[in-house]
C-alpha cells in the first residue's frame, strides 16, 4: 500500500512561477484555519454553479477537505479573505488494476478543479493541471486519475478515458419481472434506517472495490450524502435504503434509492443513488427489489459496469435502456511502474513509442509478458511495434478500452494483427468499473 499523504507535497516551482508573473498567488490553502476553509469550500460550490453552501455544509466539506491537499489561486493583491479564484485538491488513492486477490496501484486523484468565469483564457486551468501532474511524477506516483465534469478538457494533458460506465434505465411494467433461481433463496432483503445504511454502503464498497479494475475506495462525506444524512440534501426525506444478507447473517449488497412521484397516476420512478453488491447473488437480490418494486415506472441508475447482467434478468430485455459514457479519465506518468504492476490475460512482447507532450510518458518502451502473465517493463531501442499518445495508453490501461477501436480511430499506430496482440493481452475478464465520482 502507498503511504504517501499528498499534503505533504510542495505546490509545483513551475506553475508557481508562471502564475506569479500573472500577478497571481498559487499556494496550498490551510483547511485548519477556519476563514481559508470557508472560502475555498465557497469557491467550489461556486465554480460547480452550486448555490452558496450553509455553514453547516461547509463544516462537513471541510473536514473531508483536510485529508487532502487543497490548492488555491488567488489575486495578488487580494484580501486574507478573499476567495480563490481557481481550486484544485489531491490525494493518493488506491487504485484496483488487473490482477489476483486485488491488487492496487497508487492513483493521485485530482478533484475540485475550478477556474472562476471572471478569469477564464487566462492559463490557469493549464498552470493548475500540469502542477497536479508535476507534482504527483516528483512524489513519485505513478498514475493520476479524474472524474469529469467536461469531456473536452483533459486529454490535451494526457488523459484518456479510461473506465466506460453505463447509464441503465428500466421499463418496469414491460420487463416482466426478475425471476431469481432457486439457489438464491438464502439471499434475503431488509431495509435500513439511514445511519446503518451509511455503514453498509461503505462496508460493502470497501470489500467490492477489489473485484474490478478502475475503483477506489470512497470517504466517509460520501455515504453520508449517500444515505442523505447531510443537511440541506433536497432529496433526504425520499431516500430509502435496502440491504441483502446472505445465509450467514453478512451484508453482502447494499442500496441507496429515491422514489419519485409521478404526477399523472399512482406510482413513482425508482432512482439508484447507489448500489454495491460484492456477490452476484446479492446483486441479483438488490436489481430483483428495485425492478419488482410495486407502483414504480421506471427504474434509473448510472455509474454501472458495462457488462452489467441487468438485461439478462429481466423477462424483456428491450425494456432496458443502456447508454455507455466516459466516466474514469487515466493518465500515466510512469510506464515502467504502471505496467509493470498489472497482470495480463496472456503473453506479449512489443515495443512501444509513447508520446507525452509533457515528457512524464515519452519514449520507446519493450513490455515483456510470460505466459504468467507478469511483466518487465524497460527502455528499448527498437523500432516499435506500435506507436500511440500517452492519453491512448493511459486508456487501454485497465483493459476497458479496445485497442482494435483505437487503432480504428486513428488513435493508435500499430498493424491489425498488433492491435488484437494488444487487447488479448488487455483485456480482462470483468469490466473495469468506478462507481463514484470525485
Given at each position: 500500500?502507498h503511504?504517501?499523504?499528498?499534503?505533504?507535497v510542495p505546490v509545483?516551482p513551475?506553475s508557481?512561477a508562471?502564475l506569479?508573473a500573472?500577478g497571481?498567488?498559487?499556494?496550498?490553502v490551510?483547511?485548519?484555519d477556519p476563514?481559508?476553509?470557508?472560502?475555498?469550500?465557497?469557491?467550489?460550490a461556486?465554480?460547480?454553479?452550486d448555490?452558496?453552501?450553509?455553514?453547516?455544509?461547509i463544516?462537513?466539506?471541510?473536514?473531508?477537505m483536510?485529508?487532502r491537499r487543497?490548492?488555491?489561486?488567488?489575486?495578488?493583491?487580494?484580501?486574507a479573505d478573499?476567495?480563490?479564484v481557481a481550486?484544485v485538491?489531491?490525494?493518493?488513492?488506491?487504485?484496483t488494476?488487473p490482477?489476483?486477490?486485488?491488487?492496487?496501484?497508487?492513483?493521485w486523484?485530482i478533484?475540485?478543479?475550478?477556474?472562476?468565469?471572471?478569469?477564464r483564457?487566462?492559463?490557469?486551468a493549464?498552470s493548475?493541471?500540469?502542477g497536479?501532474?508535476?507534482?504527483a511524477?516528483t512524489a513519485?506516483?505513478?498514475?493520476a486519475?479524474?472524474?469529469a465534469s467536461?469531456?473536452?478538457?483533459?486529454?490535451r494533458?494526457g488523459f484518456g478515458p479510461?473506465?466506460?460506465?453505463?447509464?441503465?434505465?428500466?421499463?418496469a411494467r414491460r420487463a416482466?419481472g426478475?425471476?431469481?433461481?432457486?439457489?438464491d433463496g438464502?439471499?434475503?432483503?431488509?431495509y435500513?434506517e439511514?445511519d446503518?445504511?451509511?455503514?453498509?454502503?461503505g462496508?460493502?464498497?470497501?470489500?467490492?472495490?477489489?473485484?474490478?479494475?478502475?475503483d477506489i475506495?470512497?470517504?466517509?462525506?460520501?455515504?453520508?450524502?449517500?444515505a442523505?444524512?447531510?443537511?440541506?440534501?433536497?432529496?433526504?426525506?425520499?431516500?430509502?435504503g435496502v440491504?441483502?444478507?446472505?445465509?450467514?447473517?453478512?451484508?453482502r449488497?447494499a442500496?441507496?434509492?429515491?422514489l419519485?412521484?409521478?404526477?399523472e397516476?399512482?406510482?413513482a420512478?425508482?432512482?439508484?443513488?447507489?448500489l454495491?453488491?460484492e456477490?452476484?447473488e446479492a446483486?441479483r437480490a438488490?436489481w430483483?427489489?428495485?425492478v419488482?418494486?410495486?407502483l414504480?415506472r421506471t427504474?434509473q441508475?448510472?455509474l454501472r459496469?458495462?457488462?452489467?447482467?441487468?438485461?439478462?434478468?429481466v423477462?424483456d430485455?428491450?425494456?432496458v435502456q443502456?447508454?455507455v459514457h466516459?466516466?474514469?479519465w487515466l493518465?500515466i506518468?510512469?510506464?515502467?511502474?504502471?505496467?509493470?504492476a498489472?497482470a495480463?490475460r496472456?503473453p506479449l512482447?512489443l515495443?512501444?513509442?509513447v508520446?507525452?507532450?509533457l515528457?512524464f510518458?515519452?519514449?520507446?518502451w519493450r513490455?515483456?509478458?510470460?505466459?504468467?502473465?507478469?511483466?518487465?517493463?524497460s527502455?528499448?531501442?527498437a523500432?516499435p511495434?506500435?506507436?500511440?499518445?500517452v492519453d491512448a495508453?493511459s486508456?487501454?490501461y485497465?483493459?476497458?478500452?479496445?485497442a482494435?477501436?483505437?487503432?480504428?480511430?486513428g488513435?493508435?499506430?500499430?498493424?491489425a494483427?498488433?492491435a488484437v496482440?494488444?487487447?488479448d493481452a488487455?483485456g480482462?475478464?470483468v469490466?473495469?468499473t468506478?462507481?463514484?465520482?470525485?
Open positions: 500500500m503511504t504517501l499523504d499528498a499534503r505533504t509545483d513551475q508557481f508562471r506569479r500573472a497571481l498567488d498559487y499556494r496550498i490551510d483547511m485548519a476563514a481559508s476553509a470557508r472560502a475555498f469550500a465557497r469557491a467550489d461556486r465554480g460547480f454553479l448555490g452558496e453552501p450553509r455553514e453547516e455544509q463544516a462537513l466539506s471541510t473536514e473531508m483536510r485529508e487543497n490548492i488555491g489561486v488567488f489575486e495578488a493583491s487580494a484580501d478573499a476567495l480563490p481550486t485538491d489531491s490525494w493518493v488513492t488506491p487504485m488494476i490482477g489476483t486477490g486485488g491488487v492496487v496501484l497508487p492513483m486523484a478533484s475540485a478543479v475550478t477556474v472562476s468565469a471572471t478569469h483564457r487566462r492559463g490557469i493549464r493548475l493541471l500540469e497536479e501532474l508535476r507534482a511524477a513519485g506516483v505513478p498514475v486519475g479524474l472524474t467536461e469531456a473536452t478538457i483533459y486529454g494533458y479510461a473506465i466506460p460506465v453505463a447509464r441503465m434505465q428500466v421499463d416482466g426478475i425471476a431469481l433461481p432457486a439457489a438464502a439471499m434475503r432483503v431488509e435500513l439511514p446503518a445504511l451509511m455503514v453498509a454502503l462496508e460493502v464498497h470497501e470489500r467490492s472495490r477489489l473485484a474490478r479494475g478502475g475506495p470512497g470517504w466517509p462525506l460520501r455515504w453520508r450524502r449517500m442523505a444524512l447531510v443537511p440541506g440534501d433536497e432529496k433526504a426525506r425520499s431516500v430509502r440491504r441483502a444478507v446472505d445465509g450467514a447473517g453478512i451484508t449488497g442500496l441507496a434509492y429515491t419519485d412521484e409521478l404526477a397516476e399512482f406510482g420512478d425508482l432512482a439508484i443513488r447507489h454495491a453488491a456477490t452476484p446483486l438488490l430483483a427489489f428495485a419488482n418494486h410495486d414504480v427504474v441508475a448510472d459496469p458495462v457488462d452489467d447482467p441487468l438485461p439478462w434478468l423477462g430485455q428491450r425494456a443502456t447508454v466516459d466516466h474514469g493518465r506518468l510512469d510506464v515502467p511502474a504502471a505496467l509493470g498489472r495480463y496472456g512482447d515495443t512501444l513509442r508520446m507525452d507532450p515528457g510518458a515519452d519514449g520507446d513490455l515483456r509478458v510470460d505466459a504468467s502473465g507478469s511483466a518487465v517493463v527502455a528499448a531501442d523500432a511495434d506500435v506507436e500511440l499518445g495508453l486508456s487501454l485497465l483493459g476497458g478500452v479496445s482494435t477501436t483505437l487503432r480504428a480511430a488513435r493508435i499506430t500499430a498493424s494483427e498488433v496482440e494488444i487487447e488487455f480482462t475478464a469490466a473495469p468506478l462507481s463514484i465520482w470525485y
